[in-house]
């Protein structure tokens, strides 16, 4: 058979071929160049920028982000990220009534980075709410490290305690479409801390989610979302591998191996035709961007410890919940339940667990050769970026590695 040059547009039944020997081969979506590597052999806060703020995600919350060696510290060669109460910092009469919280800062290190919903400065009591009444800590890359398109691999283990929210995800460094969700999040994983028997998914369970849409009521998430879980045991027992696959044409998660598909995602149409906005009269903000945006543009890594809030991860009426996702109190709803919440909190089980944080560029450059019963000769020559990965994810459903 005659040599086939895949650097010309190739036919339908040119990609599959090359699909099929990609498969059988398993060895040509390969690493690129590593671009980030953190190993937490030192707590670098050159690289990891600490969130302080009140302000609860926007979700209402439970904690506030603060930098401490309490709450976020290397041991080991591990990340850990640990909730407190707030209580043993102040005092309890100080979080029920009375005392104002200045998160406003003074130097350039510690400075708010988020005043919406109150974030900067809260008096507890004001409002007839307590001050959130948890310590966590937030960090993120956006001021030394971001990037577009890559393969990235976080080993961590998850927090167990109820009501807890441990989250890996991805941020865009620019809003180049617009305020959220207009350009973008990449969830690579989030869960709840609570047991297995948890309705909505404890922490034998996690989630991927890529969140978009022109507005944030018209967020297109319910699309792109998946929750896998473990057939036994749960995520705080071991490390366990979140991956990401991210390029013009697909974006994916996996768990542990490119073969175990999380989220999967092919890029066949734009994110405005996949939302079916066209027909509701808003403007298109991906308009001057490429088939995938808003995920064409530039990201940077957060990691956090959120514990309860009002959004709805937590449903109303399942599990014990304490609080209302309605209720104008529901702090103080979940405050005073900590007898029973607090008491599933055991020490650093309750700490999300950090043990690295890789990114690669995609990249190959293979020649493949198979040979036919009737000793025909294939040979196909692959010198192209994520062809290869594409293809096999959008025909076979994973990218081999």
């Not at 671009?35 to 302000?55: A, R």
């Not at 506030?64 to 407190?84: E, F, H």
């Not at 988020?114 to 009444?133: D, E, I």
């Not at 543009?297 to 209302?324: C, M, R």
Request: with cysteine.
């Amino acid at each position: 058979m005659s040599r086939i040059s895949v650097e010309m547009r190739l036919s339908v039944t040119s990609v599959f071929t090359v699909v099929l020997l990609v498969a059988a081969q398993q060895d040509v979506c390969v690493k690129g160049e590593l671009l980030f590597e953190e190993d937490f052999n030192v707590f670098n806060l050159s690289v990891w920028q600490h969130e302080l703020t009140m302000s609860g995600g926007g979700n209402w919350e439970f904690q506030l982000y603060d930098n401490n060696r309490a709450n976020s510290y290397v041991r080991d060669g591990i990340l850990y990220i640990k909730p407190t109460l707030l209580s043993d910092a102040i005092g309890e009469a100080n979080v029920q009534n009375g005392y104002t919280m200045n998160m406003w800062g003074g130097t350039p290190a510690d400075l708010c980075t988020g005043n919406h919903f109150y974030g900067c400065l809260r008096t507890s009591g004001a409002g007839g709410n307590v001050l959130n009444p948890i310590r966590s800590a937030r960090i993120r890359t956006v001021k030394s490290f971001s990037f577009k398109y890559g393969r990235v691999e976080v080993k961590a283990k998850l927090p167990k305690g109820d009501w807890l929210w441990p989250a890996i995800w991805m941020l865009p460094t620019y809003n180049q479409y617009g305020g959220w969700p207009s350009s973008g999040e990449i969830d690579i994983m989030e869960s709840r801390g609570n047991n297995a028997s948890y309705p909505a998914g404890g922490v034998d369970a996690f989630g991927s989610t890529l969140h978009w849409g022109p507005y944030a009521l018209e967020n297109g998430y319910a699309k792109t979302t998946v929750q896998k879980k473990l057939d036994s045991g749960d995520f705080s027992q071991d490390f366990h591998i979140y991956g990401l696959i991210w390029n013009e044409t697909y974006i994916g998660t996996y768990l542990d191996d490119p073969s175990n598909v999380t989220l999967s995602v092919p890029i066949t149409e734009s994110f405005w035709d996949r939302g079916g906005y066209a027909g509701k009269n808003y403007d298109n903000p991906w308009a001057a961007g490429g088939r995938n945006a808003p995920f064409d543009q530039e990201f940077y890594f957060v990691i956090n410890l959120a514990v309860g809030g009002t959004n709805g991860y937590f449903p109303d009426n399942q599990g014990g919940k304490p609080w209302s996702n309605l209720s104008p109190h529901s702090v103080n709803e979940f405050w005073n339940d900590k007898s029973s919440w607090y008491s599933t909190w055991n020490g650093e089980e309750a700490a999300l667990k950090v043990d690295s944080v890789r990114v690669w560029d995609l990249s190959i450059s293979t020649t493949m050769s198979t040979t036919k019963s009737t000793s025909d000769a294939l040979s196909v020559e692959v010198s192209f970026m994520h062809f290869c990965c594409a293809a096999l994810v959008f025909l076979l459903g994973a990218c081999f590695y």
